[in-house]
């Protein structure tokens, strides 16, 4: 089973500023099997790429995701109110699938 | 629009069967080309994904939780199932049935379309 690990846990920041993200795999995912998912408090997450960096239906552009391998990265360009939530990684290159930790981004 | 809708009791006793359905609106499971799956959220692990099916019965199954999963397909009410045997208190969490966005693969995408999710709680 991949493990994925997610860093920072947490990330404060303030609306207008960058947010970072890794996503390190225990394993190679298979080039880029690699999806990021957005999760707001009693929602369901939203995907948000797949294939490391192909943008979902109705992403905007400042958010974008690079990677390949075991090492992966989601940034979020000029933080909105709206993108403040928990995100996570989850594979898609073997089974089980299988998701990262998840790291919150929160108002500093 | 595709929609999916998860349904199923709220509680249920230890050593049970959780059985939860999912139905789909707004696109038809048996001309579909995608797979169907369930995953799970509880504060304790996190996202875990269960199993995926595909409209050929085709299945996937997370082999921690492979003893005890059946998922099935009722095209004729365009509902995808949920069957967890023998539930203990660790089974516990909200369910989410969701869509692969790849075609014909649980490999090529992430999971295109939740449903709200279901909370299960386990208790006697």
């Known amino acids: 089973e991949i493990v994925l690990t997610q860093s920072p846990g947490t990330l404060s920041l303030s609306p207008g500023e960058r947010a970072t993200l890794s996503c390190r795999a225990s394993?190679?995912?298979?080039?880029?099997?690699l999806a990021w998912y957005q999760q707001k408090p009693g929602q369901a997450p939203r995907l948000l790429f797949y294939?490391?960096?192909s943008r979902a239906i109705g992403i905007p552009d400042r958010f974008s995701g690079s990677g390949s391998g075991t090492d992966f990265t989601l940034i979020i360009n000029r933080l909105e109110p709206e993108d403040f939530a928990v995100y996570y990684c989850?594979?898609?290159?073997?089974?089980?699938?299988?998701f990262g930790g998840g790291t919150k981004v929160e108002i500093k | 629009q595709l929609q999916l809708q998860e349904s199923g009791p709220g509680l249920v006793k230890p050593s049970e069967t959780l059985s939860l359905t999912c139905t789909v609106s707004?696109?038809?499971?048996?001309?579909?080309?995608?797979?169907w799956g369930w995953v799970r959220q509880s504060p304790g692990k996190g996202l875990e994904w269960i199993g995926s099916?595909?409209?050929?019965?085709?299945?996937y199954y997370n082999l921690s939780l492979k003893s005890r999963v059946t998922i099935s397909l009722d095209t004729s009410k365009n509902q995808f199932s949920l069957k967890l045997t023998s539930v203990t208190a660790a089974d516990a969490a909200v369910y989410y049935c969701?869509?692969?966005?790849?075609?014909?693969?649980?490999?090529?995408?992430?999971?295109?379309?939740w449903g709200q999710g279901t909370t299960v709680t386990v208790s006697s």
């Open positions: 099916i595909y409209i050929t019965w085709s299945t």
């Open positions: 707004g696109g038809s499971l048996s001309s579909s080309s995608y797979y």
């Open positions: 989850q594979q898609h290159g073997s089974s089980p699938l299988t």
């Open positions: 294939g490391a960096s």
């Open positions: 394993q190679n995912v298979g080039s880029s099997n």
């Open positions: 969701a869509k692969h966005g790849g075609y014909s693969s649980i490999y090529t995408s992430g999971l295109d379309v």
